[in-house]
Structure formats: C-alpha cells, structure tokens
C-alpha cells in the first residue's frame, strides 16, 4: 500500500525553529514535495527533493533520506504568518505527475 | 502568466444532482490533475489528464469523470451527487519544464446538502 504519515498539529513560537517530519512508504518514488496552505486558500509549492540530502531555500529547508523513506521541512526565524497546514506529497514511480498526499501538520506560530 | 483559474468558486448542490467544475491551466501546460480535499481525508488524487488522454485514475467510483479539450482546460463532473461529495475540489498543472511542482489553483467548495 501507500501511506504518507506526518504530525497532526504543531506548535512553535514566533522566532523560533520547528521541524516536521514526514515518513513515506510508496510504490516507487520520484520525488518529494512539500507545500504550505492557509487556511481556505490552495496549497502553494515550497520545496522538492529527488536525492537524499538537504535542500535549502531561504527561511525553509527540505531534507531527504531515500533509504529511510523519511522527509523533514525545517521552518528557521519562525513568523506568524508561518501558521498554516504544511503538507508532505510523494511522486510515484510512473510518469504521470501524480502527487500522493499525507494528511498535513497544522503549524500553530504563537507570540 | 495568469495562474489556473477553477471556476466556479463556490457551489451548492443537493443529493442526486451532477455537478460540472472547471479547470483552465497555466498556459503552456499540458498537464492537468485534479484533487478532492476534506478533513477528514485530506488531499486525494482524482485523476490527471494530459494532451486530451487520461494518464492516471485515482480510488473513486465511476461517478467521477473527467475530460481536456485541445487548448488543455478541463472539466471534471460528479453525477448523483452524495452528502460525502462535499469538499474542496481542487486543480493542479504541470508542464515538462516544470515537472518538479505542481501549480494549485484557488479550488472550487462544493456543498451537497
């Protein structure tokens, strides 16, 4: 089967560093994703890994380990507007573009 | 380049009815995938088209369908709708130059009541 799992909720403090994790178990694999939604509004792309290793991109930083079949975002100097659900996706191993989604973490920043 | 567009927004439909959203990609793109979002599911895979043809199918009855015209907007329609139908439908395109991200539409609320 397949199976995306990640943390139901988190909460951090503005300033802050948080990590979410995600671990996977699909058929094939070509590549990961993660996006981040607002509440109400459509998820936007954050970070995509396809080698083991660490992706970094400003503020936020994706890391991967293929063997493992783990994934974490990393969220550094924590804002507010960092609330909002982060979601962990898999790219199987075919040729479509389909992504196979966990179910989110929703991020809670406080002051 | 405007983003994809869904229309319409917000929907409400009651049981046994059909219902048909839209979908126009990001221009260029040839991929179009649509998603079905609740809460108590999360995000799952509907199906995804690309040039007109149906490439990959998701987990859901034959009473969601899709098609993509020549100019690659797409329409996904869900006949005799049910209570649990109710959700945030949601669009996505793709190109081959853009292959690692998927680009989200704004969605379409659908409420069945």
């Known amino acids: 089967g397949q199976n995306i799992d990640q943390p139901t909720e988190m909460t951090a403090t503005e300033g802050a560093i948080v990590q979410i994790n995600c671990t996977y178990q699909t058929s094939g694999f070509n590549g990961l994703f993660w996006y981040q939604q607002h509440a109400g509004e459509a998820p936007t792309f954050l970070s995509y890994n396809v080698l083991d290793g660490l992706e970094e991109k400003g503020r936020f930083s994706s890391f991967l380990s293929r063997s493992k079949g783990y994934s974490y975002l990393l969220l550094k100097e924590l804002q507010m507007k960092d609330s909002a659900s982060y979601l962990c996706a898999v790219r199987g191993g075919d040729s479509s573009y389909k992504l196979i989604f966990g179910s989110g973490t929703r991020l809670l920043v406080r002051p | 380049k405007a983003g994809v567009t869904q229309t319409p927004r917000y929907l409400i439909k009651t049981r046994g009815q059909q219902v048909t959203l839209s979908c126009s990609p990001i221009?260029?793109?040839?991929?179009v995938s649509w998603y079905q979002q609740t809460p108590g599911q999360g995000l799952q895979f509907l199906f995804e088209?690309?040039?007109?043809?149906?490439?990959n199918k998701g987990n859901f009855p034959g009473r969601f369908s899709g098609r993509q015209f020549s100019n690659s907007r797409s329409e996904m329609n869900v006949s005799t709708l049910e209570l649990g139908d109710s959700a945030l439908y949601l669009c996505?395109?793709?190109?081959?130059?853009?292959?690692?991200?998927?680009?989200f539409g704004p969605g379409t609320r659908l409420t069945v009541l």
């Open positions: 088209y690309f040039s007109e043809t149906q490439r």
């Open positions: 996505a395109s793709s190109s081959a130059d853009s292959y690692n991200e998927q680009f």
């Open positions: 221009s260029g793109h040839r991929s």
